[in-house]
């Protein structure tokens, strides 16, 4: 076994815990991936998930010894950091954590933007009064090496805000992340009716669209487990939803089988899907699996994952 992915939370935008989501999750985004040969961890996002993820390792790992791990950001929008205060390790002498992510807002640090909600005005605790070692590293595309045979290729997503999705590798296996995003495309006017339509410009624009498309498919091509952000239907997406970031299924769908995916995370539910529409969702969706060689599967809080 190379690595093991436990989902602590699977929403996106808000958290929405009640009766109507109790089956696949009401936390929003974090993702625990752990190394069990080398006794590493990883944690993707630090949204209201990471909280009870921090309770299980103070219950499991800090038998061990202090607490020591790594916190990849996709990015800084509040559903993916919120959780951060309420992670219990930062509060624990001698545990270090290392926070990693992209940075794009008016020249603000990391450390200012997610150590920012630890101010008084927003939080009882202030993050000079953490007893953990907190150290914040700047992303952008690339790749790092973690040691122990472990690397993260990040990569630029299509976001309202600078967002990197990851594709982490070791020893073989491959585990990656693609949300928050959207399909890209021609954002220049493609009506030859239209005053403003330039038949260059719109040939330009598709041609680039393509392409851009084409390089995420080749960032995620041939992945064990792929997690891709699902937020809308093609009809919710192009009736509503264009431009905020977030893709449709049957776009997730098509690009994983296309680009030989073994297994694909429909992640980062919308808050106002209940258990039995996405159920609903799932007879749809999940049954394709077979048509492309690609196992699909709605994402759960508290589901474990061999990769």
Not at 108 to 129: H, S
Not at 201 to 214: C, F, I, K, L, P
Not at 274 to 297: M, N, P, R, S
Request: contains cysteine; charged residues 25%; proline residues 5%.
């Amino acid at each position: 076994m190379s690595m093991k992915v436990r989902f602590w939370g699977v929403r996106g935008s808000i958290p929405c815990p009640g009766p109507k989501t109790m089956k696949y999750g009401g936390n929003t985004a974090c993702i625990e991936l752990r190394f069990p040969e080398i006794n590493r961890l990883i944690i993707i996002d630090a949204g209201s998930g990471i909280r009870e993820l921090g309770n299980f390792m103070m219950a499991n790992d800090f038998k061990s010894g202090p607490i020591n791990t790594d916190i990849f950001l996709t990015h800084t929008h509040w559903d993916h950091i919120m959780g951060f205060p309420f992670f219990t390790p930062i509060y624990v002498p001698g545990s270090t954590i290392r926070v990693h992510g992209p940075v794009s807002f008016e020249g603000d640090t990391l450390e200012k933007i997610v150590g920012g909600q630890l101010t008084y005005r927003y939080f009882p605790v202030r993050q000079a009064e953490l007893a953990a070692k907190i150290e914040y590293h700047d992303l952008k595309e690339g790749e790092l090496d973690l040691g122990d045979g472990i690397t993260v290729t990040a990569k630029y997503l299509n976001h309202p805000l600078l967002c990197l999705g990851y594709r982490i590798a070791y020893r073989g296996k491959t585990f990656c992340t693609a949300y928050d995003t959207e399909p890209f495309r021609n954002v220049f006017c493609t009506d030859p009716e239209d005053p403003s339509y330039d038949e260059g410009m719109a040939t330009e624009g598709e041609m680039v669209a393509q392409e851009q498309n084409g390089v995420l498919e080749r960032f995620f091509a041939g992945v064990d487990l792929l997690v891709h952000d699902t937020q809308y239907t093609q009809e919710e997406y192009l009736a509503k939803f264009l431009g905020w970031g977030h893709s449709p299924f049957e776009h997730a769908v098509e690009a994983a089988q296309r680009v030989g995916v073994k297994a694909l995370a429909l992640f980062h539910h919308d808050p106002m899907r209940t258990d039995d529409q996405i159920d609903t969702l799932a007879e749809k969706y999940c049954l394709q699996a077979g048509q492309g060689g690609t196992e699909i599967f709605f994402a759960r809080e508290g589901e474990e994952r061999e990769v």
